[in-house]
Structures are given as C-alpha cells and as structure tokens.
C-alpha cells in the first residue's frame, strides 16, 4: 500500500521543431498512468510536462518559415503540443516551457552558482556537432551516409550530416564527478531503470568522463550566459533544468522542498543526459539528485524508430479518432513491455481493441450490468444467503490483483499492473460461463444463488474500474456512474480497490468500447 508520501514524476520536455507523434504520446500516456495511480493512492502528487524551445534547430526551423523563433514556439505549443494532451487525456498538473521568465531566470541562478563555486571554466572545444541531437558526437556515434549524404558522415539517429564546430565555450567540470556517479548507481541499483539502462550508464561513466561545454557563442537563440552575454547556454544544460525550475527552485523554497526529487520518465536515446550529466549538474549545485530515471524503449515502425525526419511518424489523432484515448491508451501501456522496443501495427492495434477491450472489459461490463436491470429490477443485491466458494475465489482474487498492480506500479511495470487487473477481466468472464446466472433466473428456487453470483461479478467489475482508472478513464467513469457508487471512481483509494463500497442501483450503460470499422 502507498506511504502517503509525495510523488513528483517528469516526462522530458518536446523540442518544437516539429508536431507530435505516438512515440512523444507514449511518454506522456506512462507518465499520466503513473501521476493518476499514485494520486489515487493518495499520494501528494505532481505531474509535469512541457516543451523545450531553445537551440539552433528550432532558430533554423523558424527561419525556414520565416517567423521569430518565439513566433514558431508559440505557434506549436498552442496548436500542437497542448493539444496533444486533450487527445490522449493526459492529467498534467503543470507545462513549462523553456522560454518562461520563472524558467529563464532561474537557470541563470542555478548556472551562475556553478561558475562561483568554481564548477566551470573557459576552453576550447572541436567536434562533430549534430543539430538533430543538438550533441557533439563521438566518432562511435556516427556512420557513412548513403545517397544524397554519400562521402559524409551522418549521425546514426538522424542519418543527416554533421557539423564540424570549433567553438571558444564554457566548460563544466563533469568529469569530476565520476566517482561520485558511479557510487550513485551502486548504492541505489534502481536509480536507473530497467537492468539494460543502467548497465549502459555504469559502462558509459566507467569508460571515462570528458567535461561539458555549456554554451554556445555561434547564435543567439537561447538563455544568456548570465557573466558574459555573447554565449547562450547550451540547450541540454538550459533544458534540463526545468524540472526543478517548474517546482520553484530559485524561488519557492517551500514548494520546491515539497515537489523534489523527481521521478523521470525518458526515451532511452536521451537517458545519458538525464542519468549522467544531469545528476552531476545537480551535485556540484549541492541538490539532491532525481528519485530515478526510467527510460523506456522505442516505438518502431517497420523495425525502425518512430521519426518525423524519415516520414514514420503517425499522429495520435490518427487512432483516437477511430478508436479513442483509452484505446490508445490501454493499447500503448498493455502491448509494449514498458522499458523495451515496441513494434506497433493498425493490425494489432484493432484486434487487441475487439478482443480486449470489447470483448473482454466491455462486454463483461455490459452483461453485468444488464443482468442486475434485468434479474434485480436494476437493485443491487447483497448474495449473502446464496455464496459459495467460487464467489469468495473470486473476491480472494480482487484482492490479490489489487495488491499485485500495486507493487508493479511501485516498480514502474505498468504494462504488469495493467495485466495483474486482466487476471480479473478473465476471471470474471469464466465465472460467468460457470455460474450461468441466465440459466439461474429461470430457476425460482436458485434464486438466492442467482443474486450471490450477479453480487460477486458487481463486486468484481466496481474493483475492475478502480484499478484501471488510471488507464481507461474515460470507460471507468461510465461504468462507476452505470454501478452507482458513490462518489467518483477517481477519488476511490485504488491501493484498497477491492475495498470499494457498492451503490444500491445500477443505471443503463452505454457501450465501453463500440464497434469500429477499420479501413483495409
């Protein structure tokens, strides 16, 4: 069961180069599942997202549009990126951007103590810079380019060129703090997550760390190094920050004291900033460092990663407009083991739909439902005088499951605790074949029988949609309000959902999950 402590947890923030895709709503769909249970449980919890708008990709990409940087940040964030979280039903408590004053300001402290406590310094600095990335590369991270790029050498990522810079920066002092990362990662073995991330980091840090630069004197677009105004803070180091400028450092000591540490969630092809350098920037600052960081795998598209760049990109509203948020909801964080690659197919997408979902979660919630209206005159009954074993395996299972989706979430498995409340989904729908309760009705003498068996699968289902509220909030809503409970679902203790207290009538419920055609 949850401690009552705070849960602060982060997705990174999107660079606005471009419009959203799945792989940017998969994130933050984990998170939300994540922000959602943990305050179900009751938890002091803090969910926060936002968009990183600074750096020389976005000043190209506004120039090629012929627009202000500023203009083309605030023309995505208002018609892209904010949107996004309507369309997947995310539940963020806040969404910063780079370019807020309570942000800006803030790195400009938070850099400036570096540079007083003797963390960074003047040099030199010549590498292959990849825009795409907004990284110097290791000549290990680049590869031959083919086609239109042949006699180039191409980031792997993004498969475009790379630029040779030669740049006079500020330094900060990274390798420094080798040592200290690496005792890091091995007195807290869960600090980077899963198993293949951490010994990615561990072999990274233990190959030797070079020191960073930390600005960028070529262009203008960024935070001002705040002792000397023709360098712009480098766009890792400025973004970064923001999950604890969001939170009132610099500024609101008591709310910052009560939000960090962190939990983050990022893709896997940026956890060494956020498992490297960031909890070494926070070292030298005297902070604390993040609860942990996650990183999860990639959604591909035929075998690659999801890009706009290579035209694999799919738009969320392509799926919740045929099948809804919680569809693409329960589809990303059920299909995909959550910290692995993930293959995503419209194939796979609309059979799991019909048989997961409809089949499974909505018709049982239908056929309960109906049956209650039906058999009960819609009064929900007690089943004391007719229960047997069957009934109590089943209320045994509740429990279990409940407790079983909890440790996963504590985990972060979420793909785990979704399946551990499956167990139910299924349990349900073979107590039902079992019992027969249609057959029961036909019975006057089997009618106490009836009433337990129609009282266990009620009981059943209101745990069902506290467990997978923060999932499917949409179809939990609707069904809490058909099982007549009180309250919302969502103020249900979903550590205790097996607890829940049971309405007196059901009302008419629509269907969950309907039928939708797809296209072939």
Same mark, same amino acid.
């Given at each position: 069961?949850?401690?009552?402590?705070?849960?602060? $947890?982060? %997705?990174?923030?999107?660079?606005?180069?471009?419009?959203? +895709? $799945?792989?940017?709503?998969?994130?933050?769909?984990?998170?939300?599942?994540?922000?959602?249970?943990?305050?179900?449980?009751?938890?002091?919890?803090?969910?926060?997202?936002?968009?990183?708008?600074?750096?020389?990709? #976005?000043?190209?990409?506004?120039?090629?549009?012929?627009?202000?940087?500023?203009?083309?940040? /605030? =023309?995505?964030?208002?018609?892209?990126?904010?949107?996004?979280?309507?369309?997947?039903?995310?539940?963020?408590?806040?969404?910063?951007?780079?370019?807020?004053?309570?942000?800006?300001?803030?790195?400009?402290?938070?850099?400036?103590?570096?540079?007083?406590?003797?963390?960074?310094?003047?040099?030199?600095?010549?590498?292959?810079?990849?825009?795409?990335?907004?990284?110097?590369?290791?000549?290990?991270?680049?590869? /031959?380019?083919?086609?239109?790029?042949?006699?180039?050498?191409?980031?792997? #990522?993004?498969?475009?060129?790379?630029?040779?810079?030669?740049?006079?920066?500020?330094?900060? @002092?990274?390798?420094?703090?080798?040592?200290?990362?690496?005792?890091?990662?091995?007195?807290?073995?869960?600090?980077?997550?899963?198993?293949?991330?951490?010994?990615?980091?561990?072999?990274?840090? !233990?190959?030797?760390?070079?020191?960073?630069?930390?600005?960028?004197?070529?262009?203008?677009?960024?935070?001002?190094?705040?002792?000397?105004? &023709? +360098?712009?803070?480098?766009?890792?180091?400025?973004?970064?920050?923001?999950? $604890?400028?969001?939170?009132?450092?610099?500024?609101?000591?008591?709310?910052?004291?009560?939000?960090?540490?962190?939990?983050?969630?990022?893709?896997?092809?940026?956890?060494?900033?956020?498992?490297?350098?960031?909890?070494?920037?926070?070292?030298?600052?005297?902070?604390?460092?993040? !609860?942990?960081?996650?990183?999860?795998?990639?959604? *591909?598209?035929?075998?690659?990663?999801?890009?706009?760049? =290579?035209?694999?990109? #799919?738009?969320?509203?392509?799926?919740?407009?045929?099948?809804?948020?919680?569809?693409?909801?329960?589809?990303?964080? &059920?299909?995909? +083991?959550?910290?692995?690659?993930?293959?995503?197919?419209?194939?796979? *997408?609309?059979?799991?739909?019909?048989?997961?979902?409809?089949?499974?979660?909505?018709?049982?919630? &239908?056929?309960? #439902?109906?049956?209650?209206? @039906?058999?009960?005159?819609?009064?929900?009954?007690?089943?004391?005088?007719?229960?047997?074993?069957?009934?109590?395996?089943?209320?045994?299972?509740?429990?279990?499951?409940?407790?079983?989706?909890? @440790?996963? $979430?504590?985990?972060?498995?979420?793909?785990?605790?979704?399946?551990?409340?499956?167990?139910?989904?299924?349990?349900?729908?073979?107590?039902?074949?079992?019992?027969?309760?249609?057959?029961?009705?036909?019975?006057?003498?089997?009618?106490?029988?009836?009433?337990?068996?129609?009282? %266990?699968?009620?009981?059943?289902?209101?745990?069902?949609?506290?467990?997978?509220?923060?999932?499917?909030?949409?179809?939990?809503?609707?069904?809490?309000?058909?099982?007549?409970?009180?309250?919302?679902?969502?103020?249900?203790?979903? /550590?205790?959902?097996?607890?829940?207290?049971?309405? &007196?009538?059901?009302?008419?419920?629509?269907?969950?999950?309907?039928?939708?055609?797809?296209?072939?």
């Amino acid at each position: 069961m949850a401690d009552g402590s705070s849960f602060y $947890i982060t %997705t990174p923030i999107f660079y606005v180069n471009d419009v959203p +895709h $799945i792989g940017h709503a998969y994130t933050e769909v984990a998170a939300d599942v994540l922000a959602r249970w943990n305050r179900q449980a009751g938890r002091d919890t803090w969910m926060l997202t936002g968009t990183d708008e600074h750096g020389q990709k #976005i000043l190209r990409t506004a120039t090629a549009n012929g627009v202000t940087p500023q203009e083309w940040a /605030d =023309k995505l964030v208002a018609e892209a990126w904010k949107p996004l979280l309507d369309t997947i039903d995310v539940a963020n408590d806040d969404f910063i951007r780079t370019t807020d004053e309570r942000h800006e300001a803030n790195v400009q402290r938070f850099l400036q103590k570096l540079y007083d406590d003797g963390h960074i310094y003047t040099g030199e600095y010549e590498g292959y810079y990849c825009v795409g990335c907004e990284e110097y590369k290791q000549q290990s991270e680049l590869v /031959d380019g083919e086609g239109e790029y042949a006699g180039q050498l191409v980031c792997a #990522i993004h498969s475009k060129p790379v630029e040779l810079l030669h740049e006079k920066n500020y330094f900060f @002092r990274m390798s420094a703090f080798a040592d200290r990362l690496l005792e890091l990662y091995e007195t807290r073995p869960d600090f980077v997550q899963p198993e293949s991330a951490r010994n990615e980091v561990v072999s990274f840090v !233990r190959s030797g760390l070079a020191d960073l630069s930390i600005s960028r004197s070529t262009f203008d677009w960024g935070v001002k190094v705040p002792w000397d105004e &023709s +360098h712009v803070v480098y766009v890792w180091f400025d973004a970064l920050l923001n999950y $604890i400028t969001a939170v009132g450092y610099g500024q609101d000591d008591a709310e910052f004291a009560r939000r960090w540490p962190a939990q983050h969630l990022v893709g896997k092809d940026i956890l060494r900033f956020h498992a490297v350098i960031w909890p070494a920037m926070l070292m030298a600052a005297g902070l604390e460092v993040p !609860r942990g960081v996650f990183g999860h795998g990639w959604l *591909l598209v035929g075998g690659e990663k999801m890009s706009k760049s =290579k035209l694999t990109g #799919i738009a969320p509203e392509q799926i919740t407009d045929t099948f809804g948020s919680d569809a693409f909801r329960y589809y990303f964080l &059920s299909a995909i +083991h959550f910290g692995q690659d993930g293959s995503f197919s419209w194939e796979d *997408l609309a059979a799991r739909y019909q048989a997961e979902l409809a089949n499974g979660f909505g018709n049982l919630a &239908s056929r309960v #439902i109906a049956m209650i209206g @039906r058999y009960c005159d819609g009064d929900v009954p007690s089943g004391e005088a007719g229960r047997t074993d069957a009934d109590a395996a089943v209320a045994a299972l509740g429990a279990e499951v409940t407790d079983a989706a909890w @440790r996963a $979430i504590e985990r972060l498995r979420v793909h785990e605790a979704i399946a551990a409340a499956w167990r139910l989904v299924d349990a349900l729908n073979g107590y039902l074949t079992e019992q027969e309760p249609w057959a029961l009705a036909k019975d006057p003498a089997q009618r106490d029988r009836l009433e337990a068996v129609l009282a %266990t699968a009620y009981h059943g289902l209101g745990t069902l949609a506290v467990l997978l509220s923060p999932v499917l909030p949409k179809a939990t809503a609707k069904l809490w309000t058909a099982l007549g409970a009180p309250g919302t679902v969502q103020e249900q203790p979903i /550590d205790r959902a097996h607890e829940w207290t049971p309405g &007196s009538r059901v009302a008419a419920l629509e269907p969950l999950f309907p039928r939708v055609e797809v296209a072939e």
